[in-house]
C-alpha cells in the first residue's frame, strides 16, 4: 500500500514543510506493517517537537476506490504563540520563585523560544534564554542554544556563593536517549564574609583556595538515559539507566578533568496490588549511582604542588538531601572540611564533595492509609570514597548516621502498621455502632408490637 495524498489540517503557523520531512518514510513504505509503523514514528516525532496539543493522521480511501492506494489526512491543533508559567520550590537552602515565558513556533518551523528568570530568598536569581529547533540538519534531532547567568547562595552548605555566566549547545534525539553537548561556563567563587570584621572570611581554606580566582569551564559531554518507569513521580514498574560522561579542557579554558556518572534504577511491585481501600500497593526501589572524576593537565600539577585537591568545589560529586540521599541533610554526605569558629552560619564545616561517588540503595514505598498523606519507608547504605588529602566525617559518625536511618525506617513502618490497626479498630467501632442501632430499633418495634396487640394491655389503657 501506498500514499496517493496527503491533506494537512489545523497548520495555520506550521509549514508544511515541517510536517512532510516527518513522513518521508511513510512515503517510501511497501507494506501495510511499514505503512502504520512510519505513520506511528511521524505522530510521535511531530508531539516531540513541543509545539502541537494534538496530531491525529487518518486513512481515507481514494475516490476511484484503489486498494493499492490511500489518501492521508492530518490533523494537528497547534499550541498557542504564548505560553507563561508561574513555580515555586523550596530547595533545603531558600525558596525560589520563577517565571518562564514561551514562544511557541514563531516563524512555522516548530522552535520554541524561552525566557525565564527566577530570584531566591536570600541571594540567589537566575536569568536564561533559550531555543530549540527539531530537525538539526534534516536529521531527526532536537537542537538547542541556551545563554544564562545565575548566582546560587551555598552558605550554608559550603559557605560561599556562586557566580555563573554560561552559553552551551546541545542536541538530542526525540525519545531523550541520547543527547550532546557544549558548554562555556565563566565560575566565580565569594566566600563568605564576617560583617562584624571588614575583609575577614569565614570560609575554610579547602574553600577559599577554589575563591583565589574565577576559572571557565570549556567542556564537551554525552549522555544516555533509558527510562521505561510507569511513572517519574511515583513509578512502579520499569527501570532507569543514566550514564553522564563529560571531559574539560580538550577545546580550551583553564578548567581540566573527565568525569563518569552513572545511575541505574529497577522498580517492583511487592505484595498486593491494592492497599487500603484501593490505593497502589507498596514498591520496592532498587539504585545504584557510581560516578569518578579525574583532573589532568595543569589542574593535576597545580594541586601536587600546593597540596590540594586538582578539582575545583563545584566540579565534585556531592551526596545528601531529600532528592539525592533521603535521610540526611544536603551535601551531609562525604569530606567536610575543619569548623571555623566564628561560621555562625555552617558550624558543622564546609562540605567538600568527593572526586569519587558509590551509592547502593534500596527503598520501599508504601502509601499512607489516609490519600493525603505520602509516607515513603526507605532503607538504604552507601560507599564513599574520598581524595586524601581532603578531611572526612569520622567513621562513628557515618555509622551513627546509618543506624539512625535504620532506626528511622523502623519508625514509618511501625506508624503505617499502627495507622492500619487504628483504621481496623474505627471499622470495628462503626459495626458494633450499627449493630447497636440495628438490636434497639429492633427491640422497640417489638415492644410497640406488643403494646398493640396485648389485649390486658389495651384493656387497660
Request: net charge neutral; glycine share 8%; hydrophobic share 40%.
Amino acid at each position: 500500500m501506498s500514499i496517493r495524498s496527503t491533506s494537512i489540517q489545523g497548520a495555520t503557523r506550521t509549514r508544511a514543510s515541517v510536517i512532510e520531512v516527518e513522513l518521508q518514510d511513510a512515503y517510501q513504505a511497501e507494506t501495510v506493517g511499514e505503512l502504520y509503523s512510519a505513520l506511528e514514528k511521524a505522530v510521535q516525532s511531530l508531539k516531540a517537537t513541543n509545539s502541537f496539543r494534538s496530531v491525529n493522521i487518518t486513512l481515507a480511501g481514494t475516490p476511484d476506490e484503489d486498494p493499492a492506494l490511500t489518501d492521508l489526512i492530518i490533523t494537528i491543533e497547534e499550541k498557542g504563540v504564548l505560553g507563561l508559567s508561574a513555580n515555586v520550590y523550596n530547595n533545603q537552602r531558600e525558596a525560589t520563585a520563577e517565571t518562564t515565558l514561551q514562544l511557541h513556533n514563531v516563524i512555522g518551523g516548530c522552535e520554541t523560544l524561552s525566557i525565564a528568570g527566577g530570584a531566591g530568598s536570600k541571594s540567589s536569581y537566575s536569568a536564561k534564554a533559550s531555543l530549540t529547533r527539531p530537525r538539526f540538519l534534516g536529521f531527526p534531532l532536537a537542537f538547542e542554544a541556551a545563554v544564562d547567568r545565575v548566582r546560587s547562595s551555598h552558605a550554608e552548605v559550603s559557605s560561599h556563593d556562586r557566580k555563573k555566566k554560561h552559553v552551551g549547545m546541545n542536541v538530542r534525539t526525540y525519545d531523550g536517549l541520547h543527547r550532546a553537548a557544549w558548554d562555556l561556563t565563566f565560575r566565580d567563587l565569594v566566600p563568605l564574609r564576617d560583617e562584624k570584621t571588614p575583609y575577614s572570611k569565614l570560609s575554610s581554606r579547602e574553600v577559599l583556595y577554589d575563591c583565589t580566582k574565577p576559572s571557565m569551564k570549556n567542556s564537551v559531554s554525552y549522555q544516555f538515559t533509558k527510562d521505561t518507569r510507569d511513572n517519574a513521580l511515583s513509578p512502579r514498574t520499569g527501570s532507569l539507566v543514566k550514564v553522564v560522561g563529560e571531559s574539560a579542557g580538550l577545546l580550551g579554558g583553564d578548567v581540566y578533568f573527565n568525569s563518569l556518572l552513572v545511575t541505574a534504577q529497577q522498580y517492583f511491585p511487592v505484595g498486593p496490588t491494592e492497599l487500603f481501600g484501593g490505593l497502589p500497593g507498596a514498591t520496592l526501589a532498587l539504585g545504584v549511582r557510581v560516578g569518578g572524576i579525574v583532573p589532568f593537565g595543569v589542574d593535576q600539577s597545580q594541586a601536587k604542588e600546593q597540596g590540594m585537591t586538582g578539582v575545583r568545589i563545584c566540579d565534585r560529586f556531592n551526596a545528601g538531601g531529600p532528592l539525592n540521599f533521603r535521610g540526611f541533610q544536603e551535601g551531609g554526605i562525604g569530606p567536610r572540611a575543619a569548623p571555623v569558629g566564628e561560621n555562625k552560619i555552617n558550624p558543622g564545616g564546609d562540605s567538600l564533595g568527593a572526586e569519587a561517588l558509590g551509592v547502593v540503595s534500596m527503598r520501599v514505598d508504601v502509601p499512607a492509609p489516609i490519600p493525603i498523606l505520602a509516607v515513603r519507608c526507605n532503607a538504604f547504605s552507601f560507599i564513599r570514597v574520598a581524595h586524601p588529602t581532603i578531611c572526612s566525617a569520622p567513621c562513628g559518625m557515618i555509622v551513627s548516621d546509618v543506624v539512625s536511618c535504620f532506626l528511622f525506617v523502623v519508625c514509618c513502618l511501625l506508624f503505617v502498621v499502627c495507622c492500619f490497626l487504628f483504621l481496623v479498630s474505627c471499622f470495628l467501632f462503626f459495626v458494633s455502632c450499627f449493630l447497636f442501632l440495628v438490636s434497639y430499633f429492633f427491640c422497640c418495634f417489638v415492644l410497640l408490637g406488643f403494646w398493640c396487640t396485648c389485649p390486658c394491655v389495651c384493656q387497660c389503657w
